[in-house]
């Protein structure tokens, strides 16, 4: 992870606490004390700190920068690990339904392709395959930062909604979805794909009368509808564009078959036992 990686909030806290020293002369305890000053926040918060910390000073050792990494031996906070909240298919439509019809087709094509919101944002018309039924999403959720593409395969609705964007698109406009804002930096209106889509969620969850979620559990639950429906793991990791299996694990929120089957034989065993046991005891009454 470079500097050009980091986000600029996180560089504009680091620059605040330690810009007047060189990176050789910050002292490990002050790191401490920062990164529990961020716990005030929450330890996961914390932790992102010290990890981004880490990577930075990890790249100055490798560039011959610096001599030391003042971040080395200081230990991750501990975080409680939950399981996340999947909202029911159900309520996902629910919202859908409350939407306009513009956010109607964004959530139904984050939905459609499991996708995430960034790739959804940045998908440009050149890569929506009508011919041959199939988008190309780009993320840089890979080592090294990079957008890495990844095809994934139409599904009916999805081709029925993009068909239809696409015969009324805006020549002009590349994106499948865009809107026109003011921009602060430059002070004046301008037109470009969404960047963030947080402020919509509560509202339109609050409309529909169900429990908040983000957007990401919609990925979530698509990956569990295709754990539910035995779906190669393989299959469902090519989908979600992970590089490691242990993160599409993660995903799964449904019970597998095989995890049904195991408890079953270990019920029937156990039963088994207690049946023995108790017959033991009355012999020995």
Known sequence: MTSKALSF????????????MNCDSVPREEIKSFVLKRARVSNYTANHDLRCLRSLFNFGLKEEWISSNPTRGIPFLPVEKKVKYVPPKEDVLKV???ADPDTKDYFLTLRETIGRVG????????????AEKYVILYTRKKRG???????????????????????????????????????????EWVEGPYKDRKLIMKSLCK??????????PI??????ILDHENVNIG?????????????????????GQSE???????EKVSHDSHTETKKELSQNG
């Open 9 to 20: 909030s996180l560089r504009k806290r680091w620059v605040k606490q330690w810009g007047k």
């Open 96 to 98: 859908i339904m409350a």
């Open 119 to 130: 790739e959804i944002n940045r998908l440009p018309w050149p890569d929506v395959n009508l």
């Open 145 to 187: 930062g990079n957008l890495t593409p990844r095809k994934v395969a139409m599904t009916g609705r999805l081709y029925q909604l993009l068909s239809r964007r696409y015969a009324h698109r805006n020549k002009g406009k590349p994106w499948v979805f865009w809107h026109r804002y003011w921009s602060k930096k430059a002070k």
């Open 207 to 216: 409309k529909a009368g169900v429990k908040y979620f983000r957007f990401h």
């Open 219 to 224: 990925r979530h639950l698509g990956a569990s």
């Open 235 to 255: 299959t469902i990791q090519r989908i979600l564009g992970h590089e490691n299996r242990t993160t599409t694990e993660i995903y799964l929120h449904s019970l």
């Open 260 to 266: 049904r089957e195991a408890m079953a034989i270990f």
